[in-house]
């Protein structure tokens, strides 16, 4: 049943009815402008069911942190050590070499642990942009992260960028192309050629980088999915 596979979004600034695929929540959202009667847009999905069982089909398995887990960090293995007892507190973490130890009172500590994890991605991808922006001497305002769902990267005239915290779980590599994509910005506020030839420079491994984001990029959406 479409009505079972789909979640109705209600949209005043929706001209068409559309599906869209939320690669966090792992959910088809059919978008529905505000005027339009539920049965059209239902006619609609039903329609377009077998997109929206195959755009589902493909969604890469969630990584769920539990005890054990082993997360890609910034290229690094990291694994979960997570001891749950309803007697403790508070909550604390506490990293050494490649294990996080976890202990909680929650029985899901999974955003406790998200902003945890989003520190480290700040702290990492700025360290990423200020070597890079040193390089052609800039300076870098501000580094600020987001839960974006379409741009892994921005930066502003007056130097200040963000990222998606979630590139700390794609390959170095990939991440350091999207710093260097941001910090190339700095010099240039287009694509032009000029800007494409810094970025490179820039890039650890431009091609490479580039190539896995376009790819895979999605997948790092599967990470920190609430138990
Ligand atoms: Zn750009």
């Keep these: 049943m ?13 001209r068409r009815v559309a599906l869209r695929l939320d690669p966090v929540e792992r959910i088809i959202n059919l978008v529905v402008p505000e005027r339009m009667p539920l049965k059209a847009a239902y006619v609609f999905a039903r ?10 089909g493909k969604l890469p398995n ?35 070499d ?16 998200t902003t945890h994890l989003k520190k480290i991605a700040r702290a990492g991808l700025a360290d990423i942009a200020s070597e890079k922006a040193d390089m052609i001497d800039k300076t870098i305002k501000n580094v600020s992260i987001r839960d974006t769902k379409s741009r892994w990267g921005s930066c502003s005239q007056d130097g200040k960028m963000s990222f998606s915290w979630r590139l700390m779980f794609a390959p170095y590599t990939a991440a350091d192309y999207v710093v260097a994509h941001e910090v190339a ?10 800007f494409w030839s810094l970025c490179k420079k820039l890039s650890l491994d431009f091609e490479g980088g580039k190539r896995w984001m376009k790819k895979n990029g999605n997948s790092l959406m599967c990470f920190g999915q609430k138990l």
């Design 98 to 113: 490649d294990v996080l130890f976890v202990k909680t009172y929650q029985q899901d500590p999974t955003t406790r642990i």
């Design 62 to 96: 969630a990584v769920i942190y539990t005890h054990g887990t082993v997360l890609p960090v910034f290229g690094d293995q990291v694994r979960l050590d997570i001891t749950i007892d309803p007697a403790l507190k508070r909550t604390t973490l506490k990293q050494c």
């Design 2 to 14: 479409i009505e079972e596979l789909v979640r109705v979004k209600r949209s005043k600034k929706a």
């Design 185 to 194: 910005h700095l010099v240039h506020m287009d694509h032009s050629r000029q």
């Design 47 to 56: 329609k377009h069911e077998k997109w929206v069982l195959e755009t589902l």
